[in-house]
T-cell receptor, first 115, second 114 residues
Framework: EPEVTQTPSHQVTQMGQEVILRCVPI?????FYWYRQILGQKVEFLVS????????KSEIFDDQFSVERPDGSNFTLKIRSTKLEDSAMYFC?????????????FGSGTRLTVV | AQTVTQSQPEMSVQEAETVTLSCTYD???????LFWYKQPPSRQMILVIR??????QNATENRFSVNFQKAAKSFSLKISDSQLGDAAMYFC???????????FGKGTRLSVIA
C-alpha cells in the first residue's frame, strides 16, 4: 500500500537553528499538508499546499515557517529559527482528490526536539 | 469555527468486549466528512473509518462502526471484540467539503485489558 514517507524520524536541534523536515507524499496525490502535535495535545493544522502554492494556513504558521515542493516529489517544511515551543511531532499528509471523502494519508511523523 | 469535542480523555475495555468512544462536533455546514484516526504508541496516524455527512447509513469497517447522528452532531465509534492491538489514542476529526484541513478533537486514550 502506498505510503507517505517522512525523514528524519527524529531530529534534535539547538534553539535558533534552522530545520528542514522532509516528506515524500503518495505519487498521485494532489493536496499536501503539515500538522503538528505537541506532546500530549491534539493534532493541529499548520498549512495546506496545492498546485505549488499555499492554499490555507493556520495562525501557528507564521513567518518562521515555510513550505516548498522543490522537485515534484519532496514536500518540505522549514522552520527558520527554532524555538523551544516548536518541539513537537510534525506530520505530513497527502490527499488524492478535491471534494472527495478520501481521508488523508499521514506519514509516520518527525519528532522535533529543540534544546 | 468548527470544533470537535471528545469528552472521554481515557477509556478502558476488557479484551473481546465492546467499547464506544464519543465525539461531538460543531458546524454550520451541511456538507462535511467525519473521521476516526488511531494513533498507537508509534505515533503514526492511521485512518480507522470515515463517514460522509450526506449518507444516512452508518459506516462500518470490520470490527469498527460508527453511530452518526447528524441532527445531534454526534459521531461515536464502536469497537467490537476489542483486541490488545486496539490500545491506542483515538482522534475524532472533521473536515468540511473542499480542500480544507482536518480539525481534530483532543483524543481518547483507549486501554485494552487482557
Amino acid at each position: 500500500e502506498p505510503e507517505v514517507t517522512q525523514t528524519p524520524s527524529h531530529q534534535v536541534t539547538q534553539m535558533g537553528q534552522e530545520v528542514i523536515l522532509r516528506c515524500v507524499p503518495i505519487s498521485n496525490h494532489l493536496y499536501f499538508y503539515w500538522y503538528r502535535q505537541i506532546l500530549g495535545q491534539k493534532v493541529e493544522f499548520l498549512v495546506s499546499f496545492y498546485n505549488n502554492e499555499i492554499s490555507e494556513k493556520s495562525e501557528i504558521f507564521d513567518d518562521q515557517f515555510s513550505v516548498e515542493r522543490p522537485d515534484g516529489s519532496n514536500f518540505t517544511l522549514k522552520i527558520r529559527s527554532t524555538k523551544l515551543e516548536d518541539s513537537a511531532m510534525y506530520f505530513c499528509a497527502s490527499r488524492k482528490l478535491q471534494g472527495s471523502n478520501y481521508g488523508y494519508t499521514f506519514g509516520s511523523g518527525t519528532r522535533l526536539t529543540v534544546v | 469555527a468548527q470544533t470537535v469535542t471528545q469528552s472521554q480523555p481515557e477509556m478502558s475495555v476488557q479484551e473481546a468486549e465492546t467499547v464506544t468512544l464519543s465525539c461531538t462536533y460543531d458546524t454550520s455546514e451541511s456538507d462535511y466528512y467525519l473521521f476516526w484516526y488511531k494513533q498507537p504508541p508509534s505515533r503514526q496516524m492511521i485512518l480507522v473509518i470515515r463517514q460522509e455527512a450526506y449518507k444516512q447509513q452508518n459506516a462500518t469497517e470490520n470490527r469498527f462502526s460508527v453511530n452518526f447522528q447528524k441532527a445531534a452532531k454526534s459521531f461515536s465509534l464502536k469497537i467490537s471484540d476489542s483486541q490488545l492491538g486496539d490500545a491506542a489514542m483515538y482522534f475524532c476529526a472533521y473536515r468540511r467539503s473542499g480542500n480544507t484541513p482536518l480539525v481534530f478533537g483532543k483524543g481518547t486514550r483507549l486501554s485494552v485489558i487482557a
